[in-house]
């Protein structure tokens, strides 16, 4: 039988892995159980800073 995992990386580095400037990615806890495949997504959308802006309450 298939055993898969998901595992969540903020967008930063997915980026980073996805253009190859970054190569692995660590975690700080080794699963229980073996697996055959990982589902790799991103934790959170990046957030653009000018849409924390005040300036999009005063338009």
């Given amino acids: 039988m298939e055993q898969g ?3 969540s990386i903020h967008p930063e ?3 980073l892995l996805s253009e190859g400037k970054k ?3 660590f ?3 080794k699963p ?3 697996t055959d495949f990982l ?3 991103e934790s959170a959308p990046i957030i653009c800073p000018h849409l924390h802006s005040q300036d ?3 338009r």
């Fill in 39 to 41: 589902w790799i997504y």
């Fill in 13 to 15: 580095y997915c980026t």
């Fill in 56 to 58: 999009r309450y005063t």
């Fill in 27 to 29: 975690r700080s806890v």
């Fill in 32 to 34: 229980k159980r073996q």
């Fill in 23 to 25: 190569v692995h990615k």
């Fill in 5 to 7: 995992m998901f595992i």
